[in-house]
């Protein structure tokens, strides 16, 4: 079976959703707005990669209610969007190829039959049918924006509550990210605070330790003239 999988995968085949959605790629803000783990689809050829029904409802195949917060800043800021529909089981959207969770063969204690012992062949596969188009699509909606230096890269992203694989609770209501400068995440939580003063619980941190793997849409943003944020 797993051989069958690796032939096909080089297609998404004609009823399988696209690897990007933009939306309102004209509007007018600073800010582009990205959503690299918005849905939890599956190519046809891959089946259901060995899981049941339920894993699919959980945090490990998708980021829950990320693309309906996505969804909401794009209209609330006239902000473009960039959506990824493919469940981060098939290929995570926010890894680079070479990354250990890029294809996860284990996903917070969840075994991925499909997953195991991927051949760099497959891997390949379905990077170049997935996550290379979306990653184009992004260069190319931040190539278009008038002033690339004074855009800001919003990534939408949601978290479980506690991860069974760690057994850490992450009981924040908010997580806000940055990558060097943390003016505009420290700006936006003291408005989120002012906002809802119940919302005590926000988390501010650096998205990555020195010598982590960089977000591939951190790399295109770069590529593409925004200051690295």
Not at 100 to 127: G, I, M, Y
């Amino acid at each position: 079976m797993q051989k069958a999988m690796e032939r096909a995968e080089p297609f998404l085949g004609t009823d399988d959703p696209p690897p990007v959605e933009i939306v309102n790629p004209e509007g007018r803000s600073r800010i582009v707005v990205i959503c690299e783990h918005a849905g939890r689809a599956v190519p046809a050829a891959l089946g259901d990669l060995g899981l049941p029904p339920a894993e699919f409802e959980r945090h490990i195949a998708w980021d829950i209610g990320a693309a309906g917060v996505a969804r909401r800043l794009s209209r609330l800021l006239d902000a473009p969007l960039a959506l990824q529909g493919y469940s981060r089981l098939v290929v995570d959207c926010n890894r680079p190829f070479d990354a250990p969770d890029a294809f996860p063969e284990v996903s917070d204690t969840t075994p991925v039959p499909a997953n195991r012992a991927l051949s760099p062949a497959a891997r390949r596969a379905r990077f170049a049918a997935i996550h290379e188009p979306f990653h184009a699509a992004v260069a190319r909606l931040l190539d278009s924006r008038p002033e690339p230096a004074r855009t800001v890269l919003a990534m939408v992203h949601s978290f479980t509550p506690q991860l069974l694989s760690e057994g850490i609770a992450r009981p924040w209501h908010l997580g806000l990210l940055f990558r060097h400068d943390d003016r505009l995440a420290q700006r936006l939580m003291t408005a989120a605070r002012a906002r809802r003063p119940g919302w005590w619980r926000i988390s501010t941190s650096p998205t990555a330790a020195p010598g982590q793997a960089i977000s591939p849409c951190r790399c295109t943003a770069r590529g593409a003239g925004c200051p690295m944020r």
